[in-house]
């Protein structure tokens, strides 16, 4: 199996900056895509960033520029830098990713248990 864990969500005062990571294990073999998306209260998940493999990037429009996502694939971690936030942007934020386990090469779509960001004065 193949398990993602989130980590780094907090409380934060508006303008500060957060890094969120996401750290997959299990039976790996290799990782493609990978994202961060969040849900705020009454609000569906979305797309926050997703990055390929090839470290190609995407960005919700209300957060370019103020977030940069990353991966360390020898670490098999997912970043998210988060600055200038928001009160706004307050949300539990998931991380996702596609993976191909090892031996049977089977695809999954993998999803963490999700870290709070908490953004307010």
């Known amino acids: 199996q193949v398990q993602l864990v989130e980590s780094g969500g907090g409380l934060v005062q508006p303008g500060g900056s957060l890094r969120l990571s996401c750290a997959a294990s299990?039976?790996?073999?290799?990782?493609?895509?990978m994202g961060w998306y969040r849900q705020a209260p009454g609000k569906e998940r979305e797309l926050v960033a997703a990055?390929?493999?090839?470290?190609?990037?995407n960005y919700a429009d209300s957060v370019k520029g103020r977030f940069t996502i990353s991966r360390d694939n020898a670490k098999n971690t997912l970043y998210l830098q988060m600055n200038s936030l928001k009160p706004e942007d307050t949300a539990v934020y998931y991380c996702?990713?596609?993976?191909?386990?090892?031996?049977?090469?089977?695809?999954?779509?993998?999803w963490g248990q999700g870290t709070l960001v908490t953004v307010s004065s």
């Open positions: 996702n990713a596609g993976v191909v386990t090892r031996v049977t090469y089977t695809y999954l779509e993998v």
């Open positions: 299990g039976s790996i073999f290799m990782i493609n895509d």
């Open positions: 990055i390929t493999s090839g470290g190609s990037t």
